[in-house]
């Protein structure tokens, strides 16, 4: 190496020349396996810090705590970077919604951002004011804020025949609304995450049927990350779709949305169609605020209609295709789970949700051995876990802890390790032990 | 049910009231390993349609090939729509350059498409003729055609001291180039996938060994992905960042590149930079085209400076960060791989990235049940399964199975089946064997 190869004023010499054939054959081969391997991550070696004090000028609660906890970074008004910590939890809530769409059918594909105005004019909405405008070559687009636009004629280059209705298609995938106020942090971005599903029927008796399959697959959704006891089905406006639509609503004290809940009847309303329900009976119910976390709609034919996509049933007569919307904002409901479950300077995820299950922190150096122990022991028992092997001082660490909020809490401090023993604290229950690592996988799941 | 409930002109009624209160119990509970359960989809189900002839108009080769075979769908010049082959195909290449980015210690994060315009007058790059513009609010925007203007101030956020260097963060993200011709299908289009990742070194020579350490995990992502044979580490233009970068080439007949090629020192070169090299020995090179599949690049410290992100060293003193950028066009290489492992009406999927290892065509409908039991078979022996139970005429199933291009073919006729066989063709071999079920696995392993 290092002999010039260049004549002239040489500049590619064989000394810069690197040959990279060395193909590590093991990595030739698939490893389906590798997500479920032991998931210990040394915090030390995470792009991760939290702020002691709330960024400047974040008016929104759940944006300033995953702000300084490190989840996520605010890029401008409305819009987020996702950091490895906050990722993961939003890997995690896209899991379960995916797991739930499949399980009612829905098929997944990934539509593009960039739409053709065309496709708006088609449709008779290319004025909404939030529309993101731009150029692409001489073409007028626009940054799609929902999909149905692009699914409708999408799926009638798929379907063929009636007889391979219904069908159902979903996404996860980022979506652009220039929303005049941004404030509220992940709950209201101007570019955010969201599941769109769509479902096309032959007939408004399949799509209603359907309709309530997926609301129940909405509900399971709520429940596995946490949300289950606070989240209510309500009637709201069907705007020019329908005459209801149904929304997901998270009741909390920093909700958006006001509604109106029937303890006995299980019965909730938004408040914009409370004039349309007798005043009495209005006047007895609960009022709340909430949190908007799902919504699905009944579009009729509307859409389809607007793209001539129809096809003929069995006796050859063109019939008009029924469409279902069901939306949940992904990023928005990271956002609503950290809004609802937390307190101003902690949070405790579900572990469904939570980026890793346990946390391991030892309260000085002298203790990483027994914290890596600690570690692989819960790793060996199916959980994911962060070990914080950080030289600070314990009061930080902890203030991190309860920050990053992890569900499962394993504390080892001088006195407890000389007995033998860690600190577990389930942060769910509150309840804490001490216990020897050997017993400490089963603490976890008491 | 049935009483009105509102009072005037009754809009709310109970009847059409329903209460979704039935939560699946076993649904709150975390089902990690779905994924990896028996995996036989029935094609009668698909949102999927084969079209004998060629879209109109369409001249990219890949997008021909993918389109036809009902892997994409074309939403304008450069715009793409992922239907559910497809997106199978995208996550499967998604999953291996994940993996091979974990191996070198990238944690994924999740940057915005929409960039404040101002981060990029910070790096003087505003004038760039491919960025989209947009308004945000009342904010001039750009949509992310690379993200060094977003990824160095995020950076600068979560490192805390030189000690948390070297750093890298990787991304699986659509980015935006308003291209002036996009004529290429999945190769070139305005709005793609990308994987990017962004190195952080407080050293030159740091980022050099970081650097070699990112190429050999692209040659793992070549290799795992089917293109190992024929993809080179290319050196080509450092354009406004060093005297070089280098690319990883994949030779075909309809690449957009041209490079040049030393097979005894094992060395390539794009034509851009062969006026640095000795006439005589580019005369005895061979000239071949390429598609770029993946380019890795040395950033210096140009882009942390214009952020102002210095760390100060071990004795205090403020130092430049270093950085390295290394992208693979995911979609791109979905593309590639079409287009080089396909005739005009055949596709032949590595196992590693096809959406389903194996695809079972009985001929006749007499023959579902064997073909059941088929797939099942391989299922149970870890293979995906596409069954193509429709009842449609044989020969179209088969220019079907040949566009759809699965590794693995079972095909189970009435005269094979008589004898209790089916017949398995390994389409990366041409080798065909007739075997029992029982033996159907072993087979595809053999």
Redesign the interface.
Same mark, same amino acid.
């Given at each position: 190496m290092g002999k010039p190869?260049?004549?002239g004023p040489g500049?590619?010499t064989d000394s810069? /020349?690197?040959?990279? +054939?060395?193909? #590590?054959p093991h990595?030739? %081969? #698939?490893? *389906?396996? =590798?997500a479920?391997l032991p998931d210990v991550t040394r915090q030390s070696?995470?792009?991760?810090?939290t702020r002691r004090e709330p960024p400047a000028g974040e008016p929104s609660r759940n944006a300033r705590l995953l702000e300084r906890a490190?989840y996520v970074?605010k890029? =401008?008004?409305?819009? &987020?970077? &996702?950091?490895?910590l906050g990722?993961r939890v939003?890997r995690n809530v896209e899991g379960i919604i995916r797991?739930?769409m499949n @399980?009612v059918?829905g098929?997944?594909?990934? =539509? *593009?951002?960039?739409?053709?105005l065309a496709n708006w004019e088609t449709t008779g909405r290319q004025d909404m004011d939030i529309l993101? #405008?731009? %150029? @692409?070559?001489s073409?007028d687009?626009v940054?799609g804020p929902t999909h149905e636009e692009?699914v409708t004629p999408?799926?009638a280059?798929?379907?063929?025949s009636y007889k +391979?209705l219904p069908?159902s298609?979903f996404q996860i995938q980022?979506k652009?609304r220039?929303e005049?106020r *941004?404030k509220s942090g992940l709950l209201r971005g101007?570019?955010f995450g969201m599941k769109d599903m769509y479902s096309f029927h032959l007939s408004e008796a399949d799509l209603e049927e359907y309709y309530?399959r997926v609301?129940?697959a909405y #509900?399971?959704v709520f429940?596995?990350c946490g949300l289950?006891a606070v989240t209510h &089905?309500t009637?709201a406006s069907g705007g020019a779709f329908s005459?209801?639509s149904h929304e997901f609503q998270a009741v909390t004290p920093y909700g958006e949305d006001t509604i109106y809940l029937d303890h006995g %009847?299980? /019965?909730a309303?938004n408040k914009e /169609?409370i004039d349309?329900? *007798?005043a009495d009976?209005i006047a007895a119910m609960e009022q709340v605020t909430a949190i908007e976390v799902g919504n699905i709609f009944k579009l009729g034919t509307r859409f389809a209609d607007a793209f001539g996509f129809r096809l003929p049933d069995a006796s050859g007569v063109p019939q008009s295709i029924h469409m279902g919307c069901y939306g949940i904002g992904t990023t928005r409901l990271v956002g609503a789970i950290a809004e609802i479950l937390s307190t101003d300077d902690a949070m405790v995820w579900p572990?469904?949700v939570a980026p890793y299950h346990c946390h391991v922190v030892p309260m000085d150096a002298g203790r990483l051995e027994l914290a890596e122990s600690a570690a692989q022991a819960l790793a060996a028992a199916g959980h994911s876990v962060l070990l914080d092997d950080r030289a600070v001082r314990a009061g930080a660490k902890l203030a991190d802890a309860d920050l990053i909020g992890l569900p499962h809490r394993v504390v080892i401090g001088a006195r407890t390790a000389a007995e033998g023993l860690v600190e577990y604290t389930n942060r769910v229950s509150g309840r804490t032990v001490k216990v020897p690592v050997a017993e400490l996988a089963a603490a976890t799941a008491a």
């Open positions: 190869v260049a004549g500049i590619l810069m /020349i690197t040959v990279v +054939d060395t193909v #590590r990595h030739a %081969k #698939r490893t *389906p396996l =590798m479920h070696t995470l792009a991760h810090r490190g970074g890029l =401008m008004a409305g819009v &987020y970077s &996702y950091l490895p990722l939003l797991e739930e @399980s059918g098929q997944e594909v990934l =539509m *593009p951002a960039l739409h053709p993101f #405008r731009t %150029k @692409s070559g073409a687009a940054l692009v999408l799926l280059t798929q379907v063929a +391979d069908a298609v980022n652009f220039n005049a *941004p101007r570019e309530e609301a129940e #509900r399971c429940e596995r289950g &089905y009637y005459e209801f %009847k299980g /019965i309303l /169609i349309r329900y *007798p009976e572990e469904n």
